[in-house]
């Protein structure tokens, strides 16, 4: 049997640590842990074919006396687990799947533009606990629900196998399943059974978009271990192991329809985890630092137009809490502005695109909210006074334009649909007007665009 030098360093180290095949999956960590490695290595452990029981791994190259091979796979893998002038089969696992395979632990990296607040604290205190304490985690969309978890794992070295929950979601995606590999057929754990192995956090993303299919996980609830019905495993999981997830309801359901999918679960379900934490937004103060931080690692930082958005977002949601508009302005959001505002160097540019993927109606509502907020872009509209041209191109029906021409063009103005706002003494025309013969109202270099609403708040 051949082992390539680095496995047969570790080799050497379980003989002269007095161990024998099959050995104890701590009595390997302990190795692994005095060569400078976190974990045992993952050919041995996270290989099928060199499972023996419950805990307990084949060592190919140490003494295999008393083990009983079970399989002509097993078998193969103890004659020769890295056969010479031929790949190794590759070995199939959560981590690797998570990572591409480019590394074997799975603890977040720390996020230096990380801004700790809201549930932070109590987040990060139960899971450096190290102890199986389910939570769950509601709150709207965008802000930072899931970059928290990860980042408590991050701070307190945890590793955390998140988890995407779809209508679709099953046992198999969860548990595991039998997968074809190098031509065989083999049960490989899924990212459940792997994170309780392992004593790791198992982040339960979106877990209200799941169907009754995720109710697999009662037992994994229960924190007492969990069957595997394909392979007769019974698998306890590892001291540290715990579960949070994360979600934009209670599990009720979803009233207005702005979270399409989400369904009511299992209230025997809910009542396994051991607390409901409700993620708020940030206050102004505490959302100015997060994109402050973003506008730093983006490199183009704007104290003024940081703090505009902020009390923008805050105007957004006070209206949507009370019903008056449909729609709200997320963190997410607001950071993607930053993002672009650090390509554009143009506020306006960089909340159009974010505003773009929102109907016509709400764009305008909640262009105009800001530009009340932001004088600078007031001053923006106003074409050749405020620095910004004039674009027609993106002339709305309901928008109303100043034409910029005295009063005793009417004769010119007037025939063309043109009318006269006696309160400000301007020729004006809708958009709808104004696209229909625009080569013509082009010549008049207009000077500001208003929607209806501030046009009737004006004349």
Not at 59 to 65: A, K, Q
Not at 98 to 105: A, N, P
Not at 239 to 252: D, E, H
Not at 409 to 417: F, L, M, S
Request: glycine content about 8%.
């Amino acid at each position: 049997m051949t082992l390539s030098p680095k496995k047969q360093e570790f080799v050497d180290a379980c003989r002269v640590a007095g161990l024998s095949s099959p050995a104890k999956r701590s009595d390997l960590v302990a190795v692994a842990n005095n060569m400078g490695m976190k974990y045992a290595p993952a050919w041995i452990v996270q290989n099928t074919d060199l499972r023996h029981g419950r805990g307990w791994f084949i060592v190919p190259g140490l003494d295999d006396t008393g083990v009983v091979v079970d399989s002509p796979a097993t078998a193969a893998a103890v004659v020769d687990a890295a056969p010479q002038g031929a790949a190794a089969a590759p070995v199939m696992n959560a981590v690797m799947g998570m990572t591409g395979g480019e590394r074997m632990s799975l603890v977040p990296d720390r996020m230096k533009d990380y801004v700790s607040w809201g549930n932070s604290k109590n987040v990060e205190r139960i899971i450096g606990a190290n102890m199986f304490a389910p939570i769950f985690i509601t709150g709207m969309s965008g802000n930072g629900k899931t970059t928290m978890i990860e980042q408590a794992c991050a701070k307190t070295k945890r590793e955390c196998f998140r988890v995407n929950i779809t209508s679709e979601t099953d046992e198999d995606d969860l548990v595991g399943g039998f997968r074809l590999l190098a031509g065989e057929t083999k049960f490989v754990y899924g990212p459940v059974v792997e994170a309780m192995q392992r004593g790791a956090v198992l982040l339960l993303d979106e877990i209200d978009l799941g169907s009754s299919k995720i109710m697999c996980l009662q037992p994994v609830l229960e924190g007492k271990g969990i069957f595997i019905k394909k392979t007769g495993e019974w698998i306890t999981p590892a001291a540290g192991f715990t579960i949070v997830a994360t979600a934009n309801t209670k599990g009720k359901g979803d009233n207005d329809g702005r979270f399409i999918g989400t369904n009511v679960m299992n209230e025997a379900f809910l009542d396994r985890f051991d607390w409901t934490m409700e993620q708020e937004y940030a206050t102004r103060k505490t959302e100015k630092r997060i994109l402050i931080k973003k506008m730093e690692k983006f490199g183009h930082v704007d104290d003024d137009f940081a703090e505009h958005l902020t009390s923008w977002a805050e105007i957004t949601r006070k209206a949507f809490a009370e019903g008056a508009i449909d729609e709200i302005i997320t963190t997410r959001r607001l950071e993607n502005i930053c993002k672009a505002f650090s390509i554009f160097k143009d506020r306006a540019t960089s909340i159009d695109l974010a505003l773009a993927r929102f109907d016509d109606e709400t764009q305008e509502a909640f262009r105009n909210l800001y530009d009340k907020v932001d004088e600078s872009m007031s001053a923006s509209d106003e074409g050749e006074e405020g620095g910004r041209p004039f674009d027609s191109a993106s002339l709305r029906d309901e928008q109303v334009v100043d034409l910029n021409v005295p009063y005793e063009k009417k004769d010119e103005v007037k025939p063309h649909g043109a009318m006269w706002d006696k309160e400000n003494k301007k020729w004006t025309v809708t958009g709808a007007i104004y696209k229909k013969n625009t080569e013509f109202f082009d010549n008049y270099e207009p000077k500001k665009r208003l929607s209806v609403s501030d046009y009737a708040l004006n004349a």
